[in-house]
């Protein structure tokens, strides 16, 4: 679809109609703040989709695994906590992803912003939603089909927290027949298939071919994160026999300990380097862009001032860092304009000293803490 300068302005507007009813898809991030000790039924999942909190096919498949909802209201947490943590010393900060449902215009525009909290809360469904089925919460499955290959040589392991014995010689696993899978692994292609049921909006009824690609770019963003998330699965083994010999070792592939944010920050990444995408015919993605990769249609403002209409809340008192050069600085953060800097006086406690049974003494101490603070 070629766009000229006269009607550019037509554009604009039909994709912010767009995005404003197809937002939807990420209006169950509310769930996280709104769904505190609610229990799932049918009637639970029509009353969130009175609400705005949840789309027509959101709704339905509540109603078909409402025991997949606690899962969700979780990753809708993690989204937004993982999200800010990773922006936290950015321009935009993530801040505006605690107004869902009703988001801001950057959320909403087809920017890198948006692209990113698409595909971090498809990330985000899909660990919660393995790890509740490697924990028998959900009925539609369980741990992971063990894989056909073996596992590899020890010294390829990527995780190995989980070994007897920390200092063992991997000497004494190198036969080809002292493994065994086993273990619970983490069933993510079930988890994954499940989060794309939930996750996949339609276009409106009678969506024009921008409406429908901006809609393609939303689900290409959602398979990024959901991706993410099969990407950040590692070999965990651990091993059996008599004094720590090993001669055994039982390996399954998981998520391990760290969370949603292991693929927050494989996303984070791919941020960074998002491409641009236009409108064309027929409403479909070019070919060329590979599945990991997040995709945007609107350029993103840069945050310095406020402007209401871009989703911009400027960095007008922002703390900042005056001795980094990094995006926490407050050259990058006050985008030039300048700091204050405040000095704060602190008394605490410190040099304490046992003295008997229930007694510990203690001196007052100052401390001198600056503040930086964007103009």
């Known amino acids: 679809m070629r ?5 550019a302005s037509k554009v604009c507007l039909l994709l912010l109609l767009f995005s404003l009813q197809g937002v939807g898809c990420i209006k169950w991030l509310a769930l996280g703040r709104k769904a505190d000790g609610r229990t ?28 997949v909802m606690p899962s969700l209201v979780q990753a809708a947490r993690d989204t937004s906590a993982v999200c800010q943590q990773a922006f936290r010393h950015r321009r935009w900060n993530c801040s505006s992803i605690e107004r869902a449902p009703d988001y801001t215009p950057e959320l909403l525009t087809g920017t890198r912003e948006q692209a990113f909290v698409y595909a971090m809360s498809a990330a985000a469904a899909v660990w919660r939603l393995a790890r509740g089925c490697a924990l028998g919460n959900l009925a539609a499955c369980s741990c992971a089909t063990p894989p056909r290959k073996e596992p590899p040589s020890p010294s390829a392991l990527i995780s190995s927290s989980s070994f007897a014995t920390a200092s063992m010689s991997f000497g ?13 692994g983490d069933d993510v292609r079930s988890a994954s298939r499940m989060a794309k049921r939930f996750l996949q909006g339609a276009t409106p009824p009678g969506a024009g071919p921008i409406a429908k690609f901006l809609h393609a770019v939303n689900m290409h963003n959602n398979r990024a994160g959901r991706r993410a998330v099969e990407q950040s699965l590692t070999l965990e083994c651990k091993c059996h026999g008599v004094s720590g010999s090993c001669s055994v070792r039982t390996c399954w592939r998981g998520l391990g300990a760290s969370g949603p944010s292991a693929a927050g920050t494989r996303l984070l990444r791919r941020y960074t380097t998002a491409a641009e995408v236009k409108p064309r015919s027929g409403g479909r993605l070019p070919p060329l862009y590979h599945h990991d990769n997040l995709l945007y249609t609107t350029k993103s403002p840069d945050y310095c001032l406020p402007d209401e209409k871009r989703g911009s809340l400027g960095t007008t ?31 605490e406690r410190c040099n304490c000293k046992y003295v008997s049974c229930c007694y510990v003494e203690c001196k007052t101490c100052r401390r001198i803490v600056e503040n930086h603070e964007c103009n």
Do not use: M
């Open 3 to 7: 766009i000229t300068k006269g009607s």
């Open 40 to 67: 799932w039924t049918k009637d639970a999942c029509t009353s969130a989709k009175s609400f705005g909190l949840l789309e027509r096919k959101q709704a339905r498949a509540c109603r078909a695994t409402p025991d």
């Open 172 to 184: 004494a696993l190198t036969a080809r027949n002292t493994f065994k899978w086993g273990g619970c």
């Open 317 to 347: 008192g922002r703390q900042c860092n005056g001795s980094s050069t990094g995006y926490e600085g407050c050259e990058y953060l006050c985008c030039g304009r300048g700091h204050v800097t405040r000095t704060e006086e602190i008394l």
